[in-house]
């Protein structure tokens, strides 16, 4: 089955990076992008960052310029997302996701089929 842990949330001052973790299992990582999405009360869900791999390749797109990237070790299974000069509205339930197969990097959710279970981060003011 295809798997998703992720882990690393907790409270963060403004102006300050913190890296998640997700780990993935069940799949190939050349079939499937990662996706990091976010969801504040009251909001939708959004697209943070993507990665995926393709003919040894790494390749990541950050949907919020400048501020969210992702990296990722294979040996270990693991994406990481570095998110930096954190504001309070960056508080929200951060989720890791697979895609669907053969689809790519997208800041949309429906094109997801797989989701973690996801990991709050609060940046204080």
């Known amino acids: 089955d295809v798997q998703l842990q992720a882990f690393g949330g907790g409270l963060v001052q403004a102006g300050g990076p913190l890296r998640l973790s997700c780990a993935a299992s069940g799949f190939t990582f050349d079939d499937r992008a990662i996706g990091w999405f976010r969801q504040a009360p009251g909001k939708e869900r959004e697209g943070v960052s993507c990665i995926r791999s393709s003919l040894g390749k790494l390749y990541q797109t950050d949907f919020v310029e400048g501020r969210f990237t992702s990296s990722s070790d294979l040996a270990k299974s693991t994406v990481y997302p570095q998110m930096n000069s954190l504001k309070p509205e960056d508080t929200a339930v951060y989720y890791c996701?697979?895609?669907?197969?053969?689809?790519?990097?997208?800041?949309?959710?429906?094109?997801?089929?797989?989701w973690g279970q996801g990991t709050q981060v609060t940046v204080s003011s």
């Open positions: 996701a697979a895609s669907l197969p053969y689809s790519g990097c997208s800041r949309y959710s429906r094109d997801y089929s797989y």
